[in-house]
């Protein structure tokens, strides 16, 4: 089977910068997404990583390191909008892009 | 270009009865792939349906039906609904079974009393 685990709640200030972190143990891996998920909405694609190392776009980063099964989404200049739920999820090689999903870990940027 | 569409949005049942959620596909998507979570959880895998044929199983038991018609729209049945099934319901489509990219619907809220 495959194990996700994130933080369940963070905590950050407007403009602040906040790293939420994901560690998975699978066999098979084929690569891992990050997802926003506004309360009562689709989660939206953010990015995805299957080479191990840091991929940036605009104000949101993630990094993979695929031999310590782990990866972070980096958040910066962080806006009141992006309070949210962010999901770590992971794609094996036997699955095709059929995804096991993390929890979410619930972000709340106060002012 | 539409998005992927999901009806109802929310929906009441009782215990016992069977429920129907529809998703529209994304234009040009042939894959479509059923999430179901829970409140404050990660959606978990149901099923996929990749040209009308179902391409993979979670751990859902028989009563998860589903279906996908030749314009590549679907539907999740639910048979003998129990008060756990109460979570929303997200359909995804992609490209491809094998594109990474999933379009997510903005779900149905199924509530099982």
């Known amino acids: 089977g495959q194990n996700i685990d994130q933080p369940t709640e963070m905590t950050a200030t407007e403009g602040a910068i906040v790293q939420i972190n994901c560690t998975y143990q699978?066999?098979?891996?084929?690569?891992l997404f990050w997802y926003q998920q506004h309360a009562g909405e689709a989660p939206t694609f953010l990015s995805y990583?299957?080479?191990?190392g840091l991929e940036e776009k605009g104000r949101f980063s993630s990094f993979l390191s695929r031999s310590k099964g782990y990866s972070y989404l980096l958040l910066k200049e962080l806006q009141m909008k992006d309070s949210a739920s962010y999901l770590c999820a992971v794609s094996i090689k036997a699955a095709g892009n059929k995804l096991t999903f993390g929890g979410g870990t619930r972000v709340l940027v106060k002012p | 270009e539409t998005g992927v569409t999901q009806s109802p949005t929310h929906l009441i049942k009782t215990r016992g009865q069977q429920v129907t959620l529809r998703c529209s596909s994304q234009?040009?998507?042939?894959?479509v792939s059923w999430y179901q979570q829970a409140l404050g959880q990660g959606p978990q895998f149901i099923f996929q349906y990749y040209r009308e044929e179902e391409n993979g199983r979670g751990n859902f038991p028989p009563r998860f039906s589903g279906l996908q018609f030749p314009n590549y729209s679907s539907e999740l049945n639910v048979n003998a609904l129990e008060l756990d099934d109460s979570a929303l319901y997200l359909c995804?489509?992609?490209?491809?079974?094998?594109?990474?990219?999933?379009?997510f619907g903005s779900g149905t809220q199924l509530s099982v009393l």
């Open positions: 990583n299957v080479l191990d």
């Open positions: 234009s040009g998507h042939n894959t």
């Open positions: 699978t066999s098979g891996f084929n690569g």
């Open positions: 995804a489509s992609s490209l491809s079974a094998t594109n990474e990219k999933l379009f």
